[in-house]
């Protein structure tokens, strides 16, 4: 019962890290079009965008791997998911 609960309000925390990312996604192409278009319009710089871009996919994929960790507890391939991500 509490791993099926684990499971369940984990899911809020991927979700969550998936509509970051495509916000952060949305960012980057808004950055690259202010590059081409006029240049008073560009309010936020590419290199930013992309650093927000990647903290979202190292929180989504760091939710994952801690997720597996705690559902699947007796694997010895926990330590090298986490340091993938």
Same mark, same amino acid.
């Given at each position: 019962?509490?791993? =099926? %609960?684990? *499971?369940?309000?984990?899911? *809020? *925390? @991927? *979700?969550?890290? =998936?509509?970051?990312?495509?916000? $952060? !996604?949305? =960012?980057? #192409? /808004?950055?690259?079009?202010?590059? #081409? &278009?006029?240049?008073?319009?560009?309010? @936020? %710089?590419?290199?930013?965008?992309? &650093?927000? !871009? $990647?903290? $979202?996919?190292?929180?989504?994929?760091?939710?994952? #791997? @801690? !997720? +597996? /960790?705690?559902?699947?507890? +007796? %694997?010895?391939?926990?330590? @090298?998911? $986490?340091? =993938?991500?």
């Amino acid at each position: 019962r509490h791993d =099926l %609960s684990l *499971f369940g309000y984990g899911h *809020f *925390f @991927i *979700f969550a890290a =998936l509509a970051g990312l495509g916000s $952060m !996604l949305n =960012l980057v #192409t /808004e950055s690259v079009a202010g590059e #081409t &278009g006029d240049s008073a319009k560009k309010i @936020i %710089s590419e290199p930013y965008a992309m &650093g927000m !871009l $990647m903290s $979202m996919l190292v929180v989504f994929l760091l939710t994952l #791997t @801690i !997720l +597996r /960790e705690l559902m699947c507890r +007796r %694997s010895s391939h926990n330590v @090298i998911a $986490m340091l =993938l991500a």
